[in-house]
């Protein structure tokens, strides 16, 4: 089972990366982000405007992405100009766009397969900022596997809709303090064992659910929102490291950063729901299995996250 997860990685909410920041009336700088996976760093390009030239240094290899710095030269204004990127085939990793004109608001946008590019605003919409981070809190919380297979645990390990809904809201305002916190530069933690012990939080929970017996609730079902919060605030150090590596808008950090939690919270949402739904269904069709089918969701959920533990500590 530990081999057939190798290629398994979670928290892999790593978009490609693409900034314009202007240094000049006619000079921007230019940094472009490309994950190895998902396309983007083979087959992806910046796209510029005819009336600009792009000088572009040597790429490097930074962790599991390709980075490369340039220097744009436009001949006038980028107002009303489409940037973005060529080469974003389906299939192919998102990527964030942002614009930084001198003296206003940054601009951000979601570039995909099916749009991407974007046209330059003189006056930026702050909504636009909104619509984006909106988004990427979304995928991080679906995408980002051992978030959701902690709230999926949760879920398995209680299994009442009130007491779900209790825990899901300790374990929202735990991890909404924590990601404000840190984004905000208020307190922090280093990421490694961070990410270490998430995975870690989720074992808990899968060793929780396999003991548990009728009759006889241990420590996570008497208390469970004391132990969703607890686990929140570490869940939410993980959000924080996902957000700083995407970035914030610099005149929009706190829209950026609401929208994102709102995000995530719209994911997780999603994830209960679902859970639930896949357990009333097994409860009406076949009610002697949905024990058994617990248990070996457990199991796979616990030996997942074991493999992420190891994984961490010796990286």
Known sequence: MLVGLA??????????????????????????????????????QPLLPDYCQLRLE?????????????????????????????????????????????????QSERLTSGSSTYTVSGVPDRWQVARTYFVIGVEHIVAGFDHLLFVVALVLLL???RAVVVAASAFTLA?????????????????????????????????EIAKARPGEPRLSERLPWVV??????????????????????????????LTFNLGVEAGQLLIIAA????????????????RPAIIASTYLI????????????WA
């Open 7 to 44: 290629p398994a990685r979670a928290d892999e909410l790593r978009p490609g990366y693409l900034e314009l920041t202007q240094q000049s009336a006619s000079e921007w700088k230019l940094v472009w982000k490309a994950p190895i996976l998902g396309g983007l760093a083979t087959r992806a």
């Open 58 to 106: 040597t790429p490097q290899l930074a962790g599991p992405a390709v980075v490369a710095k340039g220097t744009v030269t436009c001949s006038r204004s980028l107002d009303g100009a489409t940037v973005g990127l060529t080469g974003m085939e389906p299939g192919s990793t998102d990527a964030l766009l942002r614009v930084a004109p001198l003296g206003r608001p940054i």
């Open 159 to 161: 299994q009442r809709g």
């Open 175 to 207: 991890h909404s303090i924590t990601l404000a916190g840190t984004t905000l530069g208020l307190f922090g933690l280093p990421q490694t064992p961070v990410e270490a012990s998430i995975a870690l939080s989720i074992v808990f929970l899968a060793v």
């Open 228 to 257: 969703a919060f607890l686990f929140g605030l570490l869940h939410g150090f993980g959000f924080a490291g996902a957000l700083r590596e995407i970035g914030l808008p610099e005149t929009d950090v706190p829209m950026a950063l």
């Open 275 to 290: 859970t639930l739904a896949a357990l009333a269904t097994l409860e009406r069709l076949a009610p002697k299995v949905r």
């Open 302 to 313: 616990g030996a997942t996250a074991s493999f992420w533990f190891i994984e961490r500590i």
